[in-house]
Nanobody
Framework: VRLVESGGGLVQPGGSLRLSCAASGFTFSNFAMRWYRQAPGKERELVAE????????RYADAVKGRFTISRDNDKRTVDLQMDNLKPEDTAVYYC?????????????WGQGSQVSVSS
């Protein structure tokens, strides 16, 4: 099983980044997918999630209206489009998979991708 994130980097406030997570080794379409983030000195928090078939999405209040999660079950990828980024969005972003419609606890994790928002 592998989840490999890409697309992180340094961006100025107000800018955009798109994270992508490529999955392999499990039946991707059976799993809800989530993006978490962890800032220095803080606990890991759920940012966005999408159901196994892509029919529903949910977002943390802090990112609602700025971030969009999407998935392509044929390509086995899940993306996080991040717009109007703020310094407080700086964190390591993790992709995770949880089996089921929404899933419960994550079954698999990626290695993380650093996102830094600074002028």
């Amino acid at each position: 099983v592998r989840l490999v994130e890409s697309g992180g980097g340094l961006v100025q406030p107000g800018g955009s980044l798109r994270l992508s997570c490529a999955a392999s080794g499990f039946t991707f379409s059976n799993f809800a997918m989530r993006w978490y983030r962890q800032a220095p000195g803080k606990e890991r928090e759920l940012v966005a999630e999408i159901t196994h078939n892509g029919s529903y999405e949910r977002y943390a209040d802090a990112v609602k209206g700025r971030f969009t999660i999407s998935r392509d079950n044929d390509k086995r990828t899940v993306d996080l489009q991040m717009d109007n980024l703020k310094p407080e969005d700086t964190a390591v972003y993790y992709c995770s998979a949880a089996e089921g419609f929404w899933g419960t606890k994550p079954d698999y994790w990626g290695q993380g991708s650093q996102v830094s928002v600074s002028s």
